[in-house]
């Protein structure tokens, strides 16, 4: 189960210390504009290496396609690319080979599968994720290239409950530990009509979306959780007219999709992320045999997801808008 969307489709592979990860985008229409720097930018974003509050395994992350496209465009067929890994230190994890590290997939793929890549966490390593990436920036391409100005604009809210971003992260990295926080998202311009009205409902599909990447606890939109503890006189969105004669709501509580759809308003939800499981710090676990162990784990590791964690976010929700958009212009004559 490595493929995500309906229309829109990324089936992606590759594990953290294996020879590359890449993917093929299927669904993608014919003639939009590839513009491989803005693919490579957003690459860039997530990558490793890139200052004292992420990893230092140094991954140029340059992505090559293979297929779909010609003289600068799509072609309307599998768009195929890999990502090759060059700075892979698969010597760090020798002493994990038979631990199961604390709050890891390290059981569950044993139990799942029999064995498992203990390198890096092989697929369920968060590397997997620059293929999702490159599929959002390709997402984004399209989008634009219908003429749609939708903007989607992601950041962190806070970290370990705290605003002060990079000192929180850093004060984590110094101990050894590690911290979580919250990503918030805005998307403008959807116009209203989008998404399904059931089991597909456009939040529904945000939300699978975000709680597929690794370390994300939860996901809340509009309101949220917040709106628990509210009336819904406190809470309705009333619906009136603005100058141009367009629909729109006075208040935006139900963060611009009602009843699975998209309303036409700004989109805004919030994605929880747990700290990072690998800590620097001795703990005590059990190995494949069953024995209590103390396991020091080594190596390069984020002690905070969320500075990477933010053009995912953005990729993520730029393939389910494309996915939407294309399943909508099936949805009347």
Partial sequence: MNTFGTLFRLTCFGESHGEALGGVIDGCPAGVLMDEAFVQAQLDRRRPGQSALTTARNEADKVQFLSGIFEGKTTGTPIGFVIYNTNQHSSDY????DAFRPSHADFTYTTKYGFRDYRG????????????????????????????????????????????????????????????????????GVPAGWGEPVFDKLHAKLGAAMLSINAAK??????????????????????????????????????????????????YFRVAFKPVATLLQPQQTVNAQGESITLQVKGRHDACVLPRAVPIVESMAAMVLADAYLLQRNSKL
């Fill in 218 to 267: 939860g996901f809340d939109y509009g309101m949220g959780f917040d709106g628990v503890s509210k009336r819904g006189s406190q809470v309705n969105d009333i619906f009136t007219t603005n100058q141009q004669g367009q629909v729109v709501t006075q208040t935006n509580f139900s963060g611009g999709i009602q009843g699975g759809i998209s309303n036409g308003m700004p989109i």
């Fill in 121 to 188: 966490g092989g697929r369920s390593s968060a590397r997997e994720t620059a293929c999702r990436v490159v599929a959002g920036a390709v997402a984004q391409l399209m989008l634009k290239q219908v003429g749609l100005d939708i903007t989607i604009q992601a950041q962190i809210a806070e970290v370990g409950g705290s605003t002060q971003i990079e000192e929180t992260i850093l004060a984590a990295k110094a101990a050894g530990d590690t911290v979580g926080g919250i990503i918030a998202c805005t998307i403008t």
């Fill in 94 to 97: 020798a002493n994990v080979k």
